[in-house]
Protein backbone atom coordinates (compact mmCIF):
# COMPACT_ATOMS: atom_id res chain seq x y z
CA UNK A 1 0.00 0.00 0.00
CA UNK A 2 0.98 3.94 -0.96
CA UNK A 3 1.74 5.80 1.87
CA UNK A 4 -1.47 7.75 1.14
CA UNK A 5 -4.24 6.00 -0.47
CA UNK A 6 -7.51 8.16 -0.78
CA UNK A 7 -10.70 6.45 -1.90
CA UNK A 8 -13.94 7.77 -3.10
CA UNK A 9 -13.68 10.39 -0.17
CA UNK A 10 -16.22 13.10 0.13
CA UNK A 11 -17.62 15.96 2.68
CA UNK A 12 -21.18 17.37 2.96
CA UNK A 13 -21.08 20.26 5.29
CA UNK A 14 -24.88 21.09 6.25
CA UNK A 15 -25.32 24.73 6.54
CA UNK A 16 -28.92 27.18 7.12
CA UNK A 17 -29.36 29.81 4.97
CA UNK A 18 -31.29 32.65 5.33
CA UNK A 19 -32.80 35.09 8.17
CA UNK A 20 -33.04 34.06 11.54
CA UNK A 21 -36.05 31.99 12.92
CA UNK A 22 -36.48 30.98 8.59
CA UNK A 23 -33.57 29.20 8.03
CA UNK A 24 -33.32 27.19 5.36
CA UNK A 25 -30.80 23.85 5.41
CA UNK A 26 -28.00 23.77 2.88
CA UNK A 27 -26.09 20.85 1.62
CA UNK A 28 -22.86 21.92 0.71
CA UNK A 29 -20.68 19.27 -1.42
CA UNK A 30 -16.86 20.47 -0.67
CA UNK A 31 -15.37 17.25 -1.99
CA UNK A 32 -17.19 14.79 -3.96
CA UNK A 33 -15.66 11.18 -4.36
CA UNK A 34 -11.79 12.39 -4.98
CA UNK A 35 -9.63 9.67 -5.04
CA UNK A 36 -5.83 9.14 -5.75
CA UNK A 37 -2.33 7.76 -3.84
CA UNK A 38 0.97 9.16 -3.60
CA UNK A 39 3.87 6.71 -3.42
CA UNK A 40 7.00 7.31 -1.48
CA UNK A 41 9.35 10.13 -2.14
CA UNK A 42 6.83 11.80 -4.71
CA UNK A 43 5.53 15.59 -4.57
CA UNK A 44 1.89 15.27 -5.36
CA UNK A 45 0.27 18.62 -5.87
CA UNK A 46 -3.41 19.39 -5.61
CA UNK A 47 -4.11 22.22 -7.46
CA UNK A 48 -7.69 24.43 -7.84
CA UNK A 49 -9.13 27.69 -7.25
CA UNK A 50 -9.92 29.17 -3.33
CA UNK A 51 -12.87 26.79 -2.36
CA UNK A 52 -11.77 23.89 -4.71
CA UNK A 53 -11.71 21.44 -1.95
CA UNK A 54 -8.25 21.37 -1.69
CA UNK A 55 -8.29 22.47 2.18
CA UNK A 56 -10.86 20.26 3.24
CA UNK A 57 -9.66 16.75 1.30
CA UNK A 58 -5.98 18.23 3.37
CA UNK A 59 -7.99 18.25 6.94
CA UNK A 60 -9.68 15.04 6.48
CA UNK A 61 -6.39 13.26 5.39
CA UNK A 62 -5.27 14.67 8.65
CA UNK A 63 -8.51 14.25 11.01
CA UNK A 64 -9.48 17.62 11.49
CA UNK A 65 -12.88 17.03 9.32
CA UNK A 66 -14.35 13.70 9.57
CA UNK A 67 -14.84 12.24 6.24
CA UNK A 68 -19.11 11.86 5.03
CA UNK A 69 -18.42 8.75 2.93
CA UNK A 70 -15.42 6.88 1.59
CA UNK A 71 -12.11 6.66 3.34
CA UNK A 72 -8.27 7.74 3.33
CA UNK A 73 -5.22 5.96 4.88
CA UNK A 74 -1.78 7.27 5.70
CA UNK A 75 0.81 4.67 5.57
CA UNK A 76 -1.68 2.19 6.06
CA UNK A 77 -3.88 3.65 8.83
CA UNK A 78 -7.84 5.02 8.29
CA UNK A 79 -8.65 8.30 8.51
CA UNK A 80 -12.02 7.40 9.91
CA UNK A 81 -10.94 4.61 12.19
CA UNK A 82 -7.08 5.04 13.63
CA UNK A 83 -6.66 8.47 14.39
CA UNK A 84 -3.84 9.03 16.40
CA UNK A 85 -1.75 6.25 14.45
CA UNK A 86 -2.64 8.73 11.32
CA UNK A 87 -1.72 11.97 13.43
CA UNK A 88 1.61 9.48 14.44
CA UNK A 89 2.64 9.19 10.06
CA UNK A 90 2.23 12.99 9.55
CA UNK A 91 3.72 16.33 9.53
CA UNK A 92 1.47 19.10 8.42
CA UNK A 93 1.55 22.93 7.10
CA UNK A 94 -1.48 24.41 7.41
CA UNK A 95 -2.11 27.82 5.83
CA UNK A 96 -2.05 31.29 7.84
CA UNK A 97 0.57 33.05 10.27
CA UNK A 98 -1.63 32.48 13.61
CA UNK A 99 -0.71 28.90 13.15
CA UNK A 100 1.90 29.09 16.37
CA UNK A 101 1.90 30.86 19.40
CA UNK A 102 2.84 34.09 20.00
CA UNK A 103 3.76 34.35 23.28
CA UNK A 104 6.40 31.66 23.22
CA UNK A 105 9.62 32.09 21.61
CA UNK A 106 10.32 29.94 18.15
CA UNK A 107 12.08 27.64 19.95
CA UNK A 108 9.72 27.35 22.72
CA UNK A 109 7.27 26.88 20.14
CA UNK A 110 8.96 24.00 18.50
CA UNK A 111 10.18 22.02 22.02
CA UNK A 112 6.23 22.40 22.75
CA UNK A 113 5.22 20.60 19.74
CA UNK A 114 8.18 18.16 20.14
CA UNK A 115 6.29 17.25 23.38
CA UNK A 116 3.03 16.52 21.68
CA UNK A 117 4.49 14.28 19.38
CA UNK A 118 6.31 12.37 21.59
CA UNK A 119 9.81 13.19 20.62
CA UNK A 120 12.85 11.56 22.12
CA UNK A 121 13.77 14.41 24.63
CA UNK A 122 17.55 14.49 23.28
CA UNK A 123 16.84 13.92 20.03
CA UNK A 124 14.12 16.81 19.65
CA UNK A 125 16.81 19.32 20.61
CA UNK A 126 19.01 17.87 18.24
CA UNK A 127 15.80 18.27 15.00
CA UNK A 128 15.05 22.04 16.94
CA UNK A 129 18.88 22.93 16.45
CA UNK A 130 18.67 21.71 12.38
CA UNK A 131 15.52 23.14 11.98
CA UNK A 132 16.03 26.73 12.92
CA UNK A 133 19.65 26.52 10.95
CA UNK A 134 17.91 24.90 7.67
CA UNK A 135 14.69 27.88 8.19
CA UNK A 136 17.64 30.82 9.62
CA UNK A 137 15.70 31.16 12.29
CA UNK A 138 18.60 30.70 14.80
CA UNK A 139 19.09 33.54 15.60
CA UNK A 140 15.87 34.44 16.73
CA UNK A 141 15.22 31.49 18.20
CA UNK A 142 14.75 32.95 21.74
CA UNK A 143 12.06 36.06 20.33
CA UNK A 144 8.55 36.17 21.07
CA UNK A 145 7.00 34.62 18.18
CA UNK A 146 4.83 38.03 18.32
CA UNK A 147 7.95 39.66 17.20
CA UNK A 148 8.46 37.48 14.06
CA UNK A 149 8.10 38.65 10.48
CA UNK A 150 4.85 37.17 8.68
CA UNK A 151 7.54 35.72 6.62
CA UNK A 152 9.98 33.84 9.94
CA UNK A 153 6.41 32.79 11.27
CA UNK A 154 5.68 30.83 8.34
CA UNK A 155 8.95 29.66 8.43
CA UNK A 156 8.48 28.63 11.86
CA UNK A 157 5.27 26.71 10.94
CA UNK A 158 6.90 24.84 8.07
CA UNK A 159 9.37 23.73 10.75
CA UNK A 160 6.82 22.13 12.92
CA UNK A 161 5.34 20.53 10.45
CA UNK A 162 8.72 18.55 9.45
CA UNK A 163 9.77 18.48 13.37
CA UNK A 164 8.72 14.36 13.50
CA UNK A 165 10.29 13.49 10.40
CA UNK A 166 6.87 12.03 9.42
CA UNK A 167 6.83 9.75 6.33
CA UNK A 168 3.70 11.65 4.82
CA UNK A 169 3.75 15.32 5.02
CA UNK A 170 1.11 17.73 4.29
CA UNK A 171 1.63 21.19 3.51
CA UNK A 172 -1.12 23.70 2.56
CA UNK A 173 -0.17 26.66 0.62
CA UNK A 174 3.31 26.36 2.01
CA UNK A 175 4.63 29.48 0.55
CA UNK A 176 1.69 31.94 0.49
CA UNK A 177 2.96 35.41 1.98
CA UNK A 178 6.22 34.61 1.78
CA UNK A 179 8.71 36.41 -0.24
CA UNK A 180 10.63 35.25 -3.11
CA UNK A 181 13.81 34.17 -1.45
CA UNK A 182 12.12 32.70 1.50
CA UNK A 183 10.10 30.39 -1.18
CA UNK A 184 12.54 29.26 -2.83
CA UNK A 185 14.10 28.25 0.37
CA UNK A 186 10.88 25.77 1.44
CA UNK A 187 10.88 24.48 -2.50
CA UNK A 188 14.17 23.63 -1.83
CA UNK A 189 13.35 21.57 1.37
CA UNK A 190 10.88 20.13 0.20
CA UNK A 191 12.78 18.91 -2.96
CA UNK A 192 15.47 17.44 -0.48
CA UNK A 193 12.54 15.60 2.04
CA UNK A 194 11.11 14.20 -1.85
CA UNK A 195 14.85 12.78 -2.14
CA UNK A 196 14.86 11.66 1.97
CA UNK A 197 11.75 9.37 0.18
CA UNK A 198 9.29 11.41 2.08
CA UNK A 199 5.17 11.26 0.67
CA UNK A 200 4.23 14.98 -0.06
CA UNK A 201 0.90 16.44 -0.66
CA UNK A 202 1.14 20.11 -1.48
CA UNK A 203 -2.04 22.09 -1.98
CA UNK A 204 -1.35 24.98 -4.38
CA UNK A 205 -3.22 27.72 -6.16
CA UNK A 206 0.00 28.77 -7.56
CA UNK A 207 0.33 26.55 -10.92
CA UNK A 208 3.81 28.01 -11.40
CA UNK A 209 4.86 26.31 -7.78
CA UNK A 210 2.61 22.91 -8.58
CA UNK A 211 4.48 22.70 -11.75
CA UNK A 212 7.71 23.38 -10.80
CA UNK A 213 7.54 20.76 -7.45
CA UNK A 214 4.88 18.34 -8.58
CA UNK A 215 5.58 15.07 -10.11
CA UNK A 216 1.91 14.94 -10.65
CA UNK A 217 -0.62 17.29 -10.41
CA UNK A 218 -4.61 16.55 -9.27
CA UNK A 219 -6.96 19.44 -10.78
CA UNK A 220 -9.26 19.79 -8.59
CA UNK A 221 -12.78 21.88 -9.40
CA UNK A 222 -16.13 22.14 -6.90
CA UNK A 223 -14.49 19.16 -5.32
CA UNK A 224 -13.76 16.68 -8.27
CA UNK A 225 -10.66 15.87 -9.59
CA UNK A 226 -10.94 16.72 -13.21
CA UNK A 227 -7.58 16.07 -13.93
CA UNK A 228 -4.70 14.15 -13.09
CA UNK A 229 -1.23 13.45 -13.86
CA UNK A 230 2.24 14.62 -14.33
CA UNK A 231 2.78 18.04 -15.28
CA UNK A 232 4.41 17.58 -18.77
CA UNK A 233 1.55 14.81 -19.81
CA UNK A 234 -1.06 17.54 -18.65
CA UNK A 235 0.25 19.79 -20.39
CA UNK A 236 1.09 17.94 -23.58
CA UNK A 237 -3.06 17.46 -23.90
CA UNK A 238 -3.65 21.05 -24.23
CA UNK A 239 -1.39 21.33 -26.70
CA UNK A 240 -2.97 20.43 -29.13
CA UNK A 241 -4.56 23.98 -30.03
CA UNK A 242 -2.48 27.32 -30.23
CA UNK A 243 -2.51 29.31 -26.65
CA UNK A 244 -3.31 33.10 -26.87
CA UNK A 245 -2.60 35.67 -24.22
CA UNK A 246 -4.15 39.06 -24.58
CA UNK A 247 -3.40 42.13 -22.36
CA UNK A 248 -6.53 44.21 -22.18
CA UNK A 249 -8.73 47.20 -20.81
CA UNK A 250 -12.05 47.76 -20.66
CA UNK A 251 -13.00 43.69 -21.69
CA UNK A 252 -15.83 42.81 -20.39
CA UNK A 253 -16.92 39.54 -20.15
CA UNK A 254 -19.70 39.34 -22.18
CA UNK A 255 -17.48 40.09 -24.46
CA UNK A 256 -15.04 37.96 -23.81
CA UNK A 257 -17.27 35.39 -23.80
CA UNK A 258 -18.65 35.67 -27.55
CA UNK A 259 -15.56 35.09 -29.31
CA UNK A 260 -16.49 31.24 -28.30
CA UNK A 261 -18.44 31.73 -31.02
CA UNK A 262 -15.69 32.07 -33.36
CA UNK A 263 -15.48 28.49 -34.81
CA UNK A 264 -11.34 28.15 -34.28
CA UNK A 265 -11.73 29.18 -30.60
CA UNK A 266 -12.37 26.08 -28.00
CA UNK A 267 -12.20 27.51 -24.80
CA UNK A 268 -11.59 31.43 -23.45
CA UNK A 269 -10.94 32.68 -19.90
CA UNK A 270 -11.01 36.28 -18.68
CA UNK A 271 -9.22 37.00 -15.47
CA UNK A 272 -9.11 40.35 -14.23
CA UNK A 273 -5.93 42.49 -12.47
CA UNK A 274 -6.93 42.38 -8.14
CA UNK A 275 -5.28 45.50 -8.22
CA UNK A 276 -7.74 47.60 -11.32
CA UNK A 277 -10.75 45.99 -12.16
CA UNK A 278 -10.44 47.41 -16.31
CA UNK A 279 -7.14 45.23 -16.91
CA UNK A 280 -7.87 41.72 -18.13
CA UNK A 281 -5.85 38.84 -19.23
CA UNK A 282 -7.47 37.26 -21.38
CA UNK A 283 -6.17 33.38 -22.43
CA UNK A 284 -7.70 31.60 -25.83
CA UNK A 285 -7.30 27.82 -26.56
CA UNK A 286 -7.51 27.87 -30.49
CA UNK A 287 -6.59 25.44 -33.38
CA UNK A 288 -4.86 27.30 -36.23
CA UNK A 289 -4.37 30.28 -34.11
CA UNK A 290 -2.28 32.19 -36.24
CA UNK A 291 -5.42 32.28 -38.45
CA UNK A 292 -8.00 33.40 -36.26
CA UNK A 293 -6.05 35.91 -34.36
CA UNK A 294 -6.79 38.71 -36.71
CA UNK A 295 -10.27 38.40 -36.90
CA UNK A 296 -10.33 38.38 -32.54
CA UNK A 297 -8.06 41.52 -32.53
CA UNK A 298 -10.54 42.88 -35.14
CA UNK A 299 -13.60 42.16 -32.96
CA UNK A 300 -11.52 43.52 -29.78
CA UNK A 301 -10.86 46.58 -31.52
CA UNK A 302 -14.77 46.81 -32.54
CA UNK A 303 -16.23 46.43 -29.09
CA UNK A 304 -14.05 49.44 -27.87
CA UNK A 305 -11.23 46.69 -25.91
CA UNK A 306 -7.84 48.35 -25.58
CA UNK A 307 -5.33 45.99 -26.14
CA UNK A 308 -1.68 46.48 -24.35
CA UNK A 309 0.08 43.10 -25.05
CA UNK A 310 -0.64 39.70 -27.38
CA UNK A 311 1.24 36.53 -27.41
CA UNK A 312 1.66 33.45 -28.40
CA UNK A 313 2.68 31.21 -25.36
CA UNK A 314 4.21 27.61 -23.83
CA UNK A 315 0.69 25.80 -22.07
CA UNK A 316 0.75 26.00 -18.33
CA UNK A 317 -1.12 24.37 -15.53
CA UNK A 318 -3.70 26.90 -15.70
CA UNK A 319 -4.33 25.74 -19.69
CA UNK A 320 -5.02 22.62 -18.21
CA UNK A 321 -7.53 24.03 -16.16
CA UNK A 322 -9.28 26.13 -18.41
CA UNK A 323 -9.57 23.53 -20.78
CA UNK A 324 -11.17 20.89 -19.02
CA UNK A 325 -13.31 23.95 -16.77
CA UNK A 326 -13.99 26.68 -19.04
CA UNK A 327 -12.82 28.70 -16.32
CA UNK A 328 -9.30 30.49 -15.40
CA UNK A 329 -7.51 29.46 -12.17
CA UNK A 330 -7.66 33.21 -10.93
CA UNK A 331 -11.80 33.64 -11.14
CA UNK B 1 13.58 10.38 14.91
CA UNK B 2 13.08 8.28 18.15
CA UNK B 3 9.89 8.88 20.21
CA UNK B 4 8.69 7.78 23.75
CA UNK B 5 5.76 6.01 24.12
CA UNK B 6 2.93 4.80 27.16
CA UNK B 7 3.03 7.08 30.19
CA UNK B 8 6.37 8.91 30.06
CA UNK B 9 5.13 10.06 26.52
CA UNK B 10 1.88 11.54 28.63
CA UNK B 11 3.57 12.94 31.59
CA UNK B 12 5.92 14.85 28.97
CA UNK B 13 2.80 15.65 26.89
CA UNK B 14 1.27 17.35 30.11
CA UNK B 15 4.17 18.94 31.52
CA UNK B 16 4.64 20.72 27.88
CA UNK B 17 0.76 22.10 28.30
CA UNK B 18 1.79 22.77 31.96
CA UNK B 19 4.77 25.06 31.32
CA UNK B 20 3.41 26.67 28.50
CA UNK B 21 0.02 27.37 30.41
CA UNK B 22 2.06 29.28 33.07
CA UNK B 23 4.40 31.08 30.71
CA UNK B 24 1.23 32.68 29.22
CA UNK B 25 0.27 33.52 32.50
CA UNK B 26 3.52 34.97 33.31
CA UNK B 27 3.67 36.95 29.99
CA UNK B 28 0.02 38.36 30.60
CA UNK B 29 0.34 39.43 33.82
CA UNK B 30 -2.62 41.86 34.00
CA UNK B 31 -4.68 38.93 34.12
CA UNK B 32 -2.95 37.61 37.33
CA UNK B 33 -3.00 41.07 39.07
CA UNK B 34 -6.82 41.02 38.26
CA UNK B 35 -7.80 37.74 39.99
CA UNK B 36 -5.53 38.42 43.16
CA UNK B 37 -7.42 41.49 43.32
CA UNK B 38 -10.89 40.62 42.62
CA UNK B 39 -11.54 38.86 46.22
CA UNK B 40 -10.67 41.67 47.99
CA UNK B 41 -12.70 44.25 46.07
CA UNK B 42 -15.82 41.89 46.17
CA UNK B 43 -15.60 41.57 49.96
CA UNK B 44 -15.18 45.18 50.36
CA UNK B 45 -18.54 45.81 48.37
CA UNK B 46 -20.13 42.72 50.05
CA UNK B 47 -19.40 44.45 53.20
CA UNK B 48 -20.42 47.95 52.35
CA UNK B 49 -23.67 46.71 50.90
CA UNK B 50 -24.45 44.41 54.32
CA UNK B 51 -23.28 48.04 56.43
CA UNK B 52 -25.91 49.70 54.07
CA UNK B 53 -28.81 46.98 54.51
CA UNK B 54 -28.06 45.92 58.21
CA UNK B 55 -27.75 49.20 59.44
CA UNK B 56 -26.22 49.27 63.22
CA UNK B 57 -27.62 45.69 63.60
CA UNK B 58 -25.45 43.97 60.25
CA UNK B 59 -22.31 43.12 62.41
CA UNK B 60 -24.81 41.04 65.01
CA UNK B 61 -27.31 39.61 62.50
CA UNK B 62 -23.88 38.19 60.50
CA UNK B 63 -22.86 36.70 63.67
CA UNK B 64 -26.04 35.31 64.57
CA UNK B 65 -26.99 33.98 61.07
CA UNK B 66 -23.41 32.14 60.45
CA UNK B 67 -21.68 31.24 63.69
CA UNK B 68 -18.91 33.65 63.54
CA UNK B 69 -18.06 37.99 64.05
CA UNK B 70 -15.30 37.85 62.26
CA UNK B 71 -16.97 39.00 58.66
CA UNK B 72 -13.46 39.78 56.89
CA UNK B 73 -12.25 35.96 56.97
CA UNK B 74 -15.79 34.61 56.27
CA UNK B 75 -15.70 36.69 52.94
CA UNK B 76 -12.78 36.44 51.95
CA UNK B 77 -12.63 32.56 52.13
CA UNK B 78 -15.95 32.80 49.80
CA UNK B 79 -14.66 35.21 47.34
CA UNK B 80 -11.37 33.17 47.19
CA UNK B 81 -13.55 30.27 46.39
CA UNK B 82 -15.54 31.80 43.88
CA UNK B 83 -12.47 33.65 41.86
CA UNK B 84 -10.79 29.50 42.13
CA UNK B 85 -14.23 28.29 40.21
CA UNK B 86 -13.97 30.94 37.83
CA UNK B 87 -10.48 30.51 36.86
CA UNK B 88 -11.17 26.94 36.33
CA UNK B 89 -14.16 26.68 34.99
CA UNK B 90 -13.22 29.94 32.32
CA UNK B 91 -9.46 28.69 32.16
CA UNK B 92 -10.45 25.05 31.15
CA UNK B 93 -13.91 25.39 29.31
CA UNK B 94 -12.47 28.46 27.44
CA UNK B 95 -9.32 27.17 26.89
CA UNK B 96 -9.63 25.21 23.46
CA UNK B 97 -11.97 28.21 22.28
CA UNK B 98 -9.00 30.79 23.21
CA UNK B 99 -7.07 28.19 21.42
CA UNK B 100 -9.19 28.48 18.05
CA UNK B 101 -9.06 32.32 17.75
CA UNK B 102 -5.43 32.29 18.47
CA UNK B 103 -5.19 29.66 15.63
CA UNK B 104 -3.21 26.93 17.43
CA UNK B 105 -6.29 24.30 18.42
CA UNK B 106 -5.69 22.95 15.03
CA UNK B 107 -2.18 22.83 15.23
CA UNK B 108 -2.49 20.77 19.13
CA UNK B 109 -5.46 18.27 17.45
CA UNK B 110 -3.33 17.39 14.48
CA UNK B 111 -0.56 15.82 17.29
CA UNK B 112 -0.89 12.37 18.29
CA UNK B 113 -2.14 13.13 22.05
CA UNK B 114 -5.63 12.36 23.17
CA UNK B 115 -7.32 15.29 22.89
CA UNK B 116 -8.64 14.99 27.29
CA UNK B 117 -4.40 15.41 27.51
CA UNK B 118 -5.08 19.18 26.39
CA UNK B 119 -7.29 19.76 28.86
CA UNK B 120 -5.99 17.92 32.28
CA UNK B 121 -2.89 19.85 30.90
CA UNK B 122 -4.44 22.83 31.29
CA UNK B 123 -6.42 22.09 34.33
CA UNK B 124 -2.64 21.52 36.02
CA UNK B 125 -1.18 25.02 34.83
CA UNK B 126 -4.77 25.62 37.23
CA UNK B 127 -3.68 23.68 39.87
CA UNK B 128 -0.93 26.13 40.16
CA UNK B 129 -2.41 29.18 39.42
CA UNK B 130 -5.47 28.49 42.52
CA UNK B 131 -2.57 27.71 45.07
CA UNK B 132 -1.13 31.13 44.63
CA UNK B 133 -4.53 32.40 44.65
CA UNK B 134 -5.58 30.46 47.34
CA UNK B 135 -2.58 31.44 49.69
CA UNK B 136 -2.53 34.72 48.29
CA UNK B 137 -6.07 35.66 49.23
CA UNK B 138 -6.88 33.88 51.82
CA UNK B 139 -3.41 33.27 53.31
CA UNK B 140 -3.06 36.50 53.58
CA UNK B 141 -6.26 37.99 55.23
CA UNK B 142 -5.67 35.01 57.94
CA UNK B 143 -2.28 35.83 58.48
CA UNK B 144 -2.86 39.64 59.15
CA UNK B 145 -6.43 39.32 60.72
CA UNK B 146 -6.16 35.95 63.56
CA UNK B 147 -2.73 34.59 62.81
CA UNK B 148 -3.02 32.17 65.29
CA UNK B 149 -5.43 29.85 62.55
CA UNK B 150 -2.56 29.88 59.80
CA UNK B 151 -1.95 26.83 60.41
CA UNK B 152 -5.63 25.22 59.76
CA UNK B 153 -5.18 26.46 56.01
CA UNK B 154 -3.28 23.81 55.25
CA UNK B 155 -6.46 21.31 56.09
CA UNK B 156 -8.58 24.31 54.29
CA UNK B 157 -6.26 23.86 51.25
CA UNK B 158 -6.98 20.13 51.04
CA UNK B 159 -10.81 20.61 51.17
CA UNK B 160 -10.37 23.04 47.46
CA UNK B 161 -7.88 20.49 46.03
CA UNK B 162 -10.52 17.67 46.22
CA UNK B 163 -12.73 20.37 45.59
CA UNK B 164 -10.92 20.80 42.27
CA UNK B 165 -11.50 17.65 40.65
CA UNK B 166 -15.01 18.09 39.85
CA UNK B 167 -14.89 21.77 39.24
CA UNK B 168 -12.36 20.58 36.44
CA UNK B 169 -15.06 17.95 35.85
CA UNK B 170 -17.65 20.91 34.83
CA UNK B 171 -14.75 22.67 32.70
CA UNK B 172 -14.65 19.70 30.61
CA UNK B 173 -18.48 19.90 30.07
CA UNK B 174 -18.23 23.42 28.94
CA UNK B 175 -15.27 23.20 26.87
CA UNK B 176 -17.40 20.70 24.59
CA UNK B 177 -20.17 22.86 24.41
CA UNK B 178 -17.64 25.87 23.65
CA UNK B 179 -16.20 23.89 20.81
CA UNK B 180 -19.49 23.15 19.43
CA UNK B 181 -21.43 25.93 19.76
CA UNK B 182 -18.70 28.66 20.20
CA UNK B 183 -20.07 31.70 22.54
CA UNK B 184 -18.03 30.56 25.73
CA UNK B 185 -18.65 33.73 27.45
CA UNK B 186 -22.19 33.39 27.45
CA UNK B 187 -21.40 29.95 28.98
CA UNK B 188 -19.32 30.61 31.55
CA UNK B 189 -20.72 33.82 32.97
CA UNK B 190 -23.68 33.18 33.34
CA UNK B 191 -22.31 29.80 35.34
CA UNK B 192 -20.02 31.67 37.27
CA UNK B 193 -23.05 34.49 38.48
CA UNK B 194 -25.19 31.62 39.46
CA UNK B 195 -22.07 29.67 40.86
CA UNK B 196 -21.97 33.09 43.41
CA UNK B 197 -25.52 32.89 44.22
CA UNK B 198 -25.96 29.22 45.05
CA UNK B 199 -23.10 27.98 46.92
CA UNK B 200 -22.71 30.34 49.64
CA UNK B 201 -20.18 32.10 48.57
CA UNK B 202 -20.90 35.45 50.72
CA UNK B 203 -24.03 33.89 52.78
CA UNK B 204 -24.78 30.73 53.93
CA UNK B 205 -26.88 28.41 51.68
CA UNK B 206 -29.47 27.99 54.28
CA UNK B 207 -30.64 30.88 53.75
CA UNK B 208 -31.71 30.32 50.32
CA UNK B 209 -35.29 28.75 49.61
CA UNK B 210 -35.60 24.72 50.56
CA UNK B 211 -35.77 24.21 46.76
CA UNK B 212 -32.44 26.46 45.28
CA UNK B 213 -30.52 24.57 48.64
CA UNK B 214 -30.98 21.03 46.35
CA UNK B 215 -29.51 22.82 43.63
CA UNK B 216 -26.53 24.11 45.38
CA UNK B 217 -26.01 20.62 46.96
CA UNK B 218 -25.12 19.62 43.63
CA UNK B 219 -22.20 21.86 43.69
CA UNK B 220 -18.44 20.97 45.12
CA UNK B 221 -18.34 25.25 45.88
CA UNK B 222 -20.64 24.45 48.38
CA UNK B 223 -19.25 22.26 50.32
CA UNK B 224 -15.81 23.61 49.89
CA UNK B 225 -16.30 27.00 51.19
CA UNK B 226 -18.65 25.80 54.09
CA UNK B 227 -15.45 23.22 54.58
CA UNK B 228 -13.03 25.90 54.98
CA UNK B 229 -15.02 28.07 57.13
CA UNK B 230 -15.52 25.31 59.80
CA UNK B 231 -12.10 24.35 59.84
CA UNK B 232 -10.55 28.35 59.91
CA UNK B 233 -13.28 29.89 61.75
CA UNK B 234 -14.46 27.44 64.02
CA UNK B 235 -11.33 24.99 64.75
CA UNK B 236 -12.96 21.81 63.19
CA UNK B 237 -10.44 19.40 61.00
CA UNK B 238 -10.98 17.59 57.82
CA UNK B 239 -11.35 14.41 59.43
CA UNK B 240 -14.65 15.81 61.25
CA UNK B 241 -16.16 16.85 58.44
CA UNK B 242 -16.18 13.37 56.54
CA UNK B 243 -19.80 13.46 55.41
CA UNK B 244 -19.24 16.59 53.45
CA UNK B 245 -15.68 14.97 52.29
CA UNK B 246 -17.06 12.22 51.28
CA UNK B 247 -20.02 14.28 49.24
CA UNK B 248 -16.84 15.99 47.73
CA UNK B 249 -15.15 13.15 46.24
CA UNK B 250 -18.46 11.67 44.94
CA UNK B 251 -18.99 14.39 42.64
CA UNK B 252 -15.23 14.47 42.07
CA UNK B 253 -16.12 11.17 39.98
CA UNK B 254 -19.42 12.13 38.74
CA UNK B 255 -18.43 15.42 37.02
CA UNK B 256 -15.25 14.36 35.37
CA UNK B 257 -17.48 11.35 34.10
CA UNK B 258 -20.21 13.26 32.75
CA UNK B 259 -18.12 16.09 31.58
CA UNK B 260 -15.72 13.55 29.50
CA UNK B 261 -18.39 12.18 27.99
CA UNK B 262 -20.24 15.26 26.64
CA UNK B 263 -16.59 16.46 25.80
CA UNK B 264 -15.99 13.98 23.27
CA UNK B 265 -19.37 13.56 21.87
CA UNK B 266 -19.31 17.07 21.01
CA UNK B 267 -15.71 17.00 20.19
CA UNK B 268 -16.94 14.01 17.75
CA UNK B 269 -19.47 16.54 16.59
CA UNK B 270 -17.16 19.37 15.68
CA UNK B 271 -15.14 17.37 13.65
CA UNK B 272 -17.65 16.52 11.21
CA UNK B 273 -19.27 19.86 10.94
CA UNK B 274 -15.81 21.12 10.96
CA UNK B 275 -15.89 23.27 13.39
CA UNK B 276 -12.29 22.92 14.52
CA UNK B 277 -11.27 26.25 12.03
CA UNK B 278 -14.28 28.13 12.16
CA UNK B 279 -14.35 31.70 14.86
Redesign the interface.
Given at each position: MNPVEVRSLSKVFETKEGPLLRKVPKEVVAVDGVSFSVPKGEIFGLLGPNGAGKTTTIKMLCTLIAPTSGDAFVSGFSVAKDQQKVRENLGVMLTGERTMYWKLTGRENLEYFAALYHLDVADAEKRIDELLGLLGLKERQDMLVENYSTGMRIRLSFAKAILNDAPVLLFDEPTASLDPQSSRLIRDIIRGLKKEGHAIILTTHNMEEADLLSDRVAIIDHGKIVALGSPHDLKEKVKSSDIIEIETRNLTDHTANALESFSEVSQVALSTDPHSAEKGLLRIHAEKGKEVLPKILEYLVRKEVTITKVSFIEPTLEDVFISETGRSLRD | ?????GPS?TA??L???F??GI??YI??PGNLLLIFAMPFMLTVMIFGMGQFVGGSNAALNFAARTGTSNILVYEILGSAVWMISWVVVEDVGVALRDEQM???L?????????RVTLLIGLSLTDVVITTILFFGVAGVTIMVTMPAAFLSLIQAFLALLIGLIPLFGIGFLFAGFVIRFKEPYIFTQILNLLFATLTGTYYPVTLLPYWVQFLSGALPQTYVIEDMRRIVLANQTLVSLYGSVFILLALALAYPTVGYTVFKHLE?KA????E??KY
Open positions: - | MRTISARATAIQKKHRYKGTEQNFLAPINKSVTGFS
